[in-house]
């Protein structure tokens, strides 16, 4: 089991920045690859970004969408992954979530097996 709890959300201004964090407990995060998707309101949950091992390059990809302004990486010492998110737009307003799992590059939902309970994002003027 991994358990994972994200933290960092808030209410921002149109073209301001946040950092999302992702602090992982139980089985060797380094294991895992890290997922960060997000779900708006009467939306279905979306992926955002990926991260690969540390050990195998740490390759990176992203949703066409946040392509540019947000940056995905992990600090496999410390346990946590993070989701740097800059010029940020009120379609970015969602809840936010970060996810474990096995595959490459996954993007999708049940390509995951462990996930935390989210954080919001709000980006409003």
């Known amino acids: 089991q991994v358990q994972l709890v994200e933290s960092g959300g808030g209410l921002v201004q149109p073209g301001g920045s946040l950092r999302l964090s992702c602090t992982a407990s139980?089985?060797?995060?380094?294991?895992?690859?890290l997922g960060w998707f997000r779900q708006a309101p009467g939306k279905e949950r979306e992926f955002v970004a990926a991260?690969?091992?540390?050990?195998?390059?740490?390759?990176?990809n992203y949703a066409d969408s946040v392509k540019g302004r947000f940056t995905i990486s992990r600090d496999n010492a410390k346990n946590t992954g993070y989701l740097q998110m800059n010029s940020l737009k009120p379609e970015d307003t969602a809840v936010y979530y970060c996810?474990?799992?096995?595959?490459?590059?996954?993007?999708?939902?049940?390509?995951?097996?462990?996930w935390g309970q989210g954080t919001q994002v709000t980006v409003s003027s």
């Open positions: 996810a474990a799992g096995t595959i490459p590059g996954a993007q999708e939902q049940y390509q995951y097996n462990y």
């Open positions: 139980g089985r060797t995060f380094s294991n895992y690859v």
């Open positions: 991260i690969t091992w540390s050990w195998s390059g740490g390759h990176t």
